[in-house]
């Protein structure tokens, strides 16, 4: 436990935005992450529960607690360890994940939650700044071969945690670009496209090979799904190339809310909206990384 009565003597602290004049002036992010000094206060908040609710209400049980604790005591790199243990991609969850452990954290009974999220983004983003997230290539191949169905998000760290135990992957996606709804479906005002593009280059120096425009199996004719693909492969040959075949293709199909004042011109599905605007986003943006400040 950091600091046994840092709950008692430290208000929770939010991250910053931008000032509202940059912001009009371009589409990037404008959340302004804790600094060292920040993320330590708000870690030092952390009061180790015996039983960690936090832990159990992160979707991908992120060891919350440990790493709280290794930031207040100044370790980041040992706490960039943690957070990798049960997280593939740290940076896209530190910034667009709802949080759902800080509903879960015991402050939040009677006090605001730790910003858990916030010390999570404050972590990531040290660890690419000091050149600690590097490539992990397996130390031994097992020479099975796995097809993945789906760049996305859960495509993405399936593919990389199987590439690590040292199976040859190949990911197949349909569109152009890799990152499903994390590149098509989320602006880049919340998360910009570099965060995708650099952990790409890192799969790639682990084996993982990538197929885009790539459709697998058959389209509906009349689906508003987004396809790019200007190949096809069937289920068949999937299966007759590789031991092991992951679909990961999300849920692309939206539902229509029938609800007075939806056939209004105005009103349009937000998942359409994000997609036409992210289709017209360049590949990479790029922009200015963290700068840690000093520690407290
Ligand atoms: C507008 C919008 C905003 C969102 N904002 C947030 C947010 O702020 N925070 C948050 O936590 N979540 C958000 N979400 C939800 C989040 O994006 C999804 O939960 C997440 O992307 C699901 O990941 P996935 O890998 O399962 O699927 P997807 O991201 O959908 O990826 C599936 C991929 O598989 C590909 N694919 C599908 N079928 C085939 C096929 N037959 N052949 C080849 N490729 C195929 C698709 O092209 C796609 O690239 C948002 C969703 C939308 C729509
Ligand atoms: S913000 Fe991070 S720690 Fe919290 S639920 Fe999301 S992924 Fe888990």
């Given at each position: 436990m950091g600091k046994v009565t840092g709950f008692m003597e430290y208000e929770r602290l939010e991250e910053g935005y931008a000032p509202v004049e940059s912001r009009l002036k371009n589409y990037k992010e404008f959340v302004i992450g804790l600094d060292t000094d920040g993320a330590k206060v708000q870690a030092a908040r952390c009061m180790d529960c015996g039983t960690p609710f936090c832990n159990n209400g992160c979707p991908v049980n992120n060891v919350i607690p440990d790493f709280n604790d290794l930031v207040y005591r100044n370790d980041w790199k040992n706490a960039a360890t943690v957070l990798h243990s049960t997280n593939n991609f740290p940076e896209f969850t530190g910034r667009i994940?709802?949080?759902?452990c800080e509903a879960a954290c015991t402050l939040n009974v009677n006090d605001d939650a730790v910003g858990i999220k916030s010390i999570e983004h404050a972590i990531i983003d040290r660890a690419w700044h000091e050149g600690w997230v590097t490539p992990q290539p397996a130390k031994q191949r097992t020479g099975n071969k796995v097809a993945v169905v789906g760049s996305g998000p859960a495509g993405l760290a399936a593919a990389q945690q199987l590439a690590r135990a040292g199976h040859d992957v190949t990911v197949f996606e349909k569109?152009?670009?890799?990152?499903g709804l994390l590149r098509y479906g989320i602006p880049d005002f919340k998360m910009e496209k570099s965060h995708i593009d650099r952990r790409v280059e890192q799969m790639k120096a682990e084996g993982v090979v990538f197929r885009t425009g790539v459709l697998v199996g058959a389209m509906p004719k009349d689906s508003k799904v987004t396809n790019d693909a200007k190949e096809t492969i069937t289920a068949d040959e999937l299966k007759a190339q590789f031991d092991a075949v992951l679909l990961c293709g999300g849920s692309e199909q939206s539902r229509d809310l029938p609800v007075?004042?939806?056939?209004?011109?105005?009103?349009?599905?937000r998942w359409s909206s994000c997609r036409s605007k992210t289709r017209s986003t360049p590949a990479t943006s790029s922009r200015a990384s963290f700068a840690p400040k000093a520690s407290m």
């Open positions: 994940c709802p949080a759902p569109n152009s670009r890799i990152g007075p004042g939806r056939d209004l011109e105005v009103c349009t599905s």
